[in-house]
Protein backbone atom coordinates (compact mmCIF):
# COMPACT_ATOMS: atom_id res chain seq x y z
CA UNK A 1 0.00 0.00 0.00
CA UNK A 2 2.61 2.29 0.85
CA UNK A 3 4.98 1.62 -2.59
CA UNK A 4 1.34 2.54 -4.48
CA UNK A 5 0.70 5.73 -2.47
CA UNK A 6 4.08 6.92 -3.20
CA UNK A 7 3.46 6.69 -6.92
CA UNK A 8 0.57 8.47 -6.10
CA UNK A 9 -1.78 4.80 -7.06
CA UNK A 10 -4.36 4.84 -4.52
CA UNK A 11 -7.73 2.36 -5.04
CA UNK A 12 -10.10 5.38 -3.47
CA UNK A 13 -9.03 9.36 -2.71
CA UNK A 14 -7.38 9.79 0.43
CA UNK A 15 -7.34 12.79 2.87
CA UNK A 16 -5.13 14.56 4.92
CA UNK A 17 -5.96 15.46 8.43
CA UNK A 18 -5.61 18.86 9.07
CA UNK A 19 -6.98 20.74 12.21
CA UNK A 20 -6.04 24.15 13.14
CA UNK A 21 -4.75 27.44 11.61
CA UNK A 22 -3.84 26.14 8.26
CA UNK A 23 -4.35 28.57 4.78
CA UNK A 24 -3.62 26.90 1.69
CA UNK A 25 -2.76 28.90 -1.56
CA UNK A 26 -3.77 27.05 -4.48
CA UNK A 27 -1.39 27.37 -8.30
CA UNK A 28 -4.52 29.79 -9.19
CA UNK A 29 -4.11 32.04 -6.46
CA UNK A 30 -6.97 31.35 -4.49
CA UNK A 31 -6.55 30.87 -0.70
CA UNK A 32 -8.18 28.20 1.39
CA UNK A 33 -8.22 28.96 5.03
CA UNK A 34 -9.38 25.87 6.79
CA UNK A 35 -8.70 27.49 10.52
CA UNK A 36 -12.63 27.57 10.77
CA UNK A 37 -13.40 24.21 10.46
CA UNK A 38 -13.38 22.40 13.47
CA UNK A 39 -11.78 19.78 15.18
CA UNK A 40 -10.64 18.99 12.13
CA UNK A 41 -10.85 18.50 8.17
CA UNK A 42 -10.33 16.18 5.43
CA UNK A 43 -8.46 17.46 2.61
CA UNK A 44 -8.48 15.87 -0.43
CA UNK A 45 -4.83 14.23 -0.87
CA UNK A 46 -4.73 14.46 -4.60
CA UNK A 47 -5.46 18.69 -4.27
CA UNK A 48 -1.85 18.61 -2.36
CA UNK A 49 -0.25 19.27 -5.98
CA UNK A 50 -2.09 22.17 -6.77
CA UNK A 51 -0.96 23.68 -3.43
CA UNK A 52 2.03 26.41 -3.96
CA UNK A 53 2.16 28.10 -0.37
CA UNK A 54 1.15 27.49 3.11
CA UNK A 55 1.08 29.62 6.09
CA UNK A 56 0.21 28.67 9.43
CA UNK A 57 -1.72 30.80 12.16
CA UNK A 58 -0.11 28.84 14.71
CA UNK A 59 3.33 28.57 17.43
CA UNK A 60 3.76 25.38 15.32
CA UNK A 61 2.97 22.34 13.12
CA UNK A 62 2.34 19.06 14.87
CA UNK A 63 2.45 15.78 12.37
CA UNK A 64 0.89 12.81 14.58
CA UNK A 65 1.39 9.29 13.70
CA UNK A 66 -2.08 7.87 14.28
CA UNK A 67 -5.23 9.34 13.07
CA UNK A 68 -7.10 8.67 16.59
CA UNK A 69 -4.77 10.35 18.69
CA UNK A 70 -4.62 12.87 15.99
CA UNK A 71 -8.43 13.44 16.69
CA UNK A 72 -8.29 13.26 20.51
CA UNK A 73 -5.60 16.19 20.57
CA UNK A 74 -7.35 18.17 17.73
CA UNK A 75 -10.59 18.30 20.18
CA UNK A 76 -8.48 18.48 23.70
CA UNK A 77 -6.62 22.20 22.24
CA UNK A 78 -9.74 23.54 20.86
CA UNK A 79 -9.52 25.68 24.41
CA UNK A 80 -6.36 26.78 23.69
CA UNK A 81 -6.30 27.83 19.60
CA UNK A 82 -2.92 29.20 18.10
CA UNK A 83 -0.65 26.67 19.80
CA UNK A 84 -0.49 23.82 17.00
CA UNK A 85 -1.45 23.77 13.70
CA UNK A 86 -2.01 19.49 13.25
CA UNK A 87 -1.50 17.30 10.53
CA UNK A 88 -1.94 13.60 10.62
CA UNK A 89 0.61 11.01 9.11
CA UNK A 90 -1.15 8.10 9.25
CA UNK A 91 1.88 5.96 9.72
CA UNK A 92 4.71 6.97 7.35
CA UNK A 93 4.10 10.20 5.49
CA UNK A 94 2.46 10.13 2.34
CA UNK A 95 3.88 11.97 -0.99
CA UNK A 96 0.91 14.77 -0.25
CA UNK A 97 1.70 15.17 3.17
CA UNK A 98 5.28 15.56 2.73
CA UNK A 99 4.26 18.39 0.31
CA UNK A 100 2.54 20.32 2.84
CA UNK A 101 4.87 20.00 5.30
CA UNK A 102 7.58 20.99 2.51
CA UNK A 103 5.72 24.13 1.58
CA UNK A 104 5.83 25.84 5.68
CA UNK A 105 7.19 28.69 6.25
CA UNK A 106 11.24 27.92 7.64
CA UNK A 107 10.28 30.46 10.78
CA UNK A 108 7.58 28.00 11.69
CA UNK A 109 8.89 25.05 14.12
CA UNK A 110 7.66 21.43 12.95
CA UNK A 111 7.08 18.86 15.85
CA UNK A 112 6.72 14.55 14.88
CA UNK A 113 4.47 12.80 17.50
CA UNK A 114 4.87 9.06 17.21
CA UNK A 115 4.88 6.05 18.98
CA UNK A 116 7.85 5.00 20.54
CA UNK A 117 9.14 2.36 18.64
CA UNK A 118 10.79 1.67 15.58
CA UNK A 119 8.25 2.95 13.63
CA UNK A 120 8.23 6.03 15.33
CA UNK A 121 11.65 6.81 15.04
CA UNK A 122 11.61 5.84 11.79
CA UNK A 123 8.98 8.39 10.42
CA UNK A 124 11.01 10.82 12.16
CA UNK A 125 14.40 9.61 9.85
CA UNK A 126 12.03 9.91 6.95
CA UNK A 127 10.98 13.60 7.96
CA UNK A 128 14.25 14.84 8.48
CA UNK A 129 15.28 13.20 5.06
CA UNK A 130 12.46 14.41 2.91
CA UNK A 131 11.00 17.68 4.51
CA UNK A 132 13.67 19.10 6.83
CA UNK A 133 16.52 17.90 9.15
CA UNK A 134 15.18 20.30 11.50
CA UNK A 135 12.00 18.63 12.74
CA UNK A 136 11.90 17.88 16.13
CA UNK A 137 10.27 14.67 18.03
CA UNK A 138 7.82 15.49 20.55
CA UNK A 139 6.66 13.38 23.75
CA UNK A 140 9.46 11.02 22.53
CA UNK A 141 11.63 11.11 25.36
CA UNK A 142 12.68 8.59 28.32
CA UNK A 143 10.72 10.80 30.85
CA UNK A 144 7.49 10.44 28.79
CA UNK A 145 8.25 6.74 28.09
CA UNK A 146 8.83 6.31 32.06
CA UNK A 147 5.33 8.44 32.94
CA UNK A 148 3.62 5.43 30.89
CA UNK A 149 5.75 2.68 31.27
CA UNK A 150 2.98 0.30 32.69
CA UNK A 151 1.02 0.53 29.66
CA UNK A 152 4.45 -0.35 27.05
CA UNK A 153 4.67 -3.94 25.62
CA UNK A 154 7.53 -6.16 24.96
CA UNK A 155 9.48 -5.58 22.08
CA UNK A 156 9.83 -8.70 19.65
CA UNK A 157 13.27 -9.81 18.22
CA UNK A 158 12.30 -8.04 14.77
CA UNK A 159 11.94 -4.74 16.95
CA UNK A 160 15.10 -4.83 18.46
CA UNK A 161 17.01 -5.55 15.43
CA UNK A 162 15.11 -2.87 13.61
CA UNK A 163 15.73 -0.52 16.47
CA UNK A 164 19.45 -0.96 16.46
CA UNK A 165 19.72 -0.22 12.47
CA UNK A 166 18.34 3.32 13.31
CA UNK A 167 21.05 3.34 15.74
CA UNK A 168 23.07 3.82 12.64
CA UNK A 169 21.20 6.70 10.92
CA UNK A 170 23.23 10.13 11.38
CA UNK A 171 19.69 12.15 11.07
CA UNK A 172 18.65 10.40 14.37
CA UNK A 173 21.73 11.41 16.19
CA UNK A 174 19.95 13.33 18.94
CA UNK A 175 17.24 10.49 19.77
CA UNK A 176 19.84 7.56 19.76
CA UNK A 177 19.68 7.95 23.98
CA UNK A 178 15.79 7.04 23.94
CA UNK A 179 16.57 4.58 20.83
CA UNK A 180 18.79 2.55 22.99
CA UNK A 181 17.34 3.48 26.63
CA UNK A 182 14.19 1.42 25.14
CA UNK A 183 16.30 -1.87 24.01
CA UNK A 184 17.89 -1.77 27.24
CA UNK A 185 13.98 -1.78 29.10
CA UNK A 186 12.92 -4.57 26.00
CA UNK A 187 9.94 -2.46 26.06
CA UNK A 188 7.90 -0.14 23.73
CA UNK A 189 5.15 2.58 23.25
CA UNK A 190 2.11 3.65 21.19
CA UNK A 191 0.90 7.02 21.60
CA UNK A 192 -2.17 6.19 22.33
CA UNK A 193 -1.20 5.39 25.39
CA UNK A 194 0.21 8.86 26.52
CA UNK A 195 -2.55 11.41 28.22
CA UNK A 196 -3.59 13.88 25.25
CA UNK A 197 -5.94 16.72 27.53
CA UNK A 198 -3.43 18.98 26.95
CA UNK A 199 -0.28 20.30 24.72
Known amino acids: DELLCELNLVA ?48 SVLCIENLTT ?15 ALICALGNPSPAVRRLLRLVPDQTPIYLWADLDYGGFNILSQL ?26 PLSQSDIRNLRHLCRRPELQDVHPVIEYLLRRGLKLEQEAIDHSSP
Open 70 to 84: FHEFARAQETIPGVF
Open 12 to 59: NPGYIHLSGGWQLTTHKGEILSLGGFTPSIGFPATQATSIQQVFVHAQ
Open 128 to 153: RQQVSPDIQPYRMDIATFEAYAHLSH
